[in-house]
């Protein structure tokens, strides 16, 4: 699967493909029609707990309006109330969420219908790096592992290329695969 070719029309695994087509012609037509920018804001909200809101996002230069938000915290054992899912959990739900999208997409784009899709994905952290313990121990992941499964009327070759074109294609996969420069600015009021 080289690149996003629609093989396919109508409506497929939820993908309304006549649109989806409409938007990469128009894509390829107006590159800058397809730049975006996705913020939030996260507030502390006591203890290990945070609430994150999500205003707008900017597409092709429109900034277009949303009214979302969710909360974090930390199981009981990291000195948290666990009433909400920790940012690993966020982390490791958003990059499964982002693959499913190409996965749901390419499989729709080649006219594939699903019947199951799933992604289950882990990692391991090493505490002493977090609380500062040990110096040479990593705060984060060395790796990342997920399984796919998946299930519908395609060939074990097209799924295989699918997955191929997911893990190229896919955002979240790119960021968490790749290292990816982070500017900060720290404002004191």
Known sequence: MAGAVLKATGKLNGIDLDYLGETIEAIKADPASGMTKFRVTSSWQGQTRSETKVRSYVLGGQEIEREFQFRTDEPTELCGTNQFPNPQEYLMGALNACMMVGYVAACALNGIQLEKLEIETEGDIDLRG??????NVIP???TISYTVRIQGDGTPEQFADIHRFVQKTSPNFYNIANAIQLNSKLVVE
């Open 130 to 135: 977090f609380l500062a313990i040990d110096p």
């Open 140 to 142: 984060g992941y060395d």
